[in-house]
């Protein structure tokens, strides 16, 4: 439903609050990465607020200015575990604001294993395991062309990239993943190769249960999966298969989700439902 009036219509978008990180050396201004971004969206009228990411993880949560009490908020920033986006979501509650996301719902778009039953037949089968697994034995009487390795939310983006063409080889991209994350999130994800044409991988976001597309296109296939997950934001990511099926590559949370091809204008548009 349209609203009626021009007072309505700044009602329901001051009812969206944005909270962005500050840049890590001067805290009255949003971080460099987020800037286009941010200048979009409160150039079309949306409230902010800013926090220290490096005071949040030190313990310490401070949004500036305060939230408006008992507004929705919606974060943008950097990625985070699903138990630090529960001390978030915490965090937020205790300043008088709601994360429009809860934290079972971020989990759920962030983890693959999360959603996969779900979306099993428009995604490879994917194999899940742990971080000290035999993988030759997990993978055992499958005989598919190639193995997809990542964690739970990251794939190798080296040179070497992520696909081992032998069970053998799927140990060497679980190292590679942990020596340059850092650490293995979750645990091991085997996803079953299959021939993609990636110059046609596209990312669609769904807020509130209706599905975006940058360029005002959105494919049945992509609606369907919307319908699929309970989260209020969350993007869904595309690829044509070399028989040009769609199939689904990752569910992201929406909030830490890169625009990737949109725009910051077409995002902020999305968010403020033009």
């Not at 949560?61 to 915490?90: D, N, Q, S």
């Not at 693959?112 to 979306?119: A, K, M, T, V």
């Not at 080296?158 to 140990?171: C, K, L, P, W, Y």
């Not at 091991?188 to 993609?196: G, P």
Request: proline letters at 4%; a negative charge.
């Amino acid at each position: 439903m349209q609203p009626k009036t021009y007072k309505e219509f700044n009602r329901r978008l001051n009812q969206m609050h944005l909270l962005f990180p500050s840049d890590p050396f001067n805290k009255s201004v949003v971080d460099e990465a987020y800037e286009e971004e941010f200048v979009a969206l409160v150039a079309l009228g949306f409230t902010y607020s800013l926090f220290s990411f490096e005071d949040f993880e030190a313990g310490e949560f401070k949004a500036r200015p305060a939230f408006p009490i008992g507004e929705e908020i919606i974060y943008r920033g950097w990625m985070v575990t699903p138990e630090r986006y529960a001390r978030l979501y915490v965090a937020v509650a205790n300043k008088g604001g709601v994360l429009k996301t809860n934290s079972a719902q971020y989990r759920r778009c962030h983890y693959l294993p999360e959603w996969y039953e779900i979306c099993a037949d428009v995604t490879p089968e994917t194999i899940t395991t742990y971080r000290d697994a035999d993988f030759v034995i997990a993978v055992a009487g499958k005989h598919w062309p190639g193995y997809f390795v990542k964690d739970y939310v990251k794939s190798l983006t080296t040179q070497r990239g992520s696909v081992a063409a032998r069970a053998e080889d799927i140990a060497e991209v679980v190292s590679l993943i942990e020596q340059y994350r850092g650490t293995i999130e979750g645990g091991v994800c085997i996803r079953k190769f299959e021939h993609l044409i990636s110059e046609t991988e596209e990312r669609y976001f769904v807020l509130d249960g209706k599905a975006h597309g940058r360029d005002g296109i959105v494919p049945t296939f992509v609606e369907e999966i919307a319908q699929r997950i309970k989260s209020p934001f969350f993007s869904i990511d595309t690829v044509s298969s070399d028989a040009g099926q769609l199939r689904l590559i990752e569910l992201g949370d929406g909030q830490v989700s890169d625009r990737k091809k949109w725009t910051a204008k077409q995002f902020a548009s999305m968010l403020r439902g033009l």
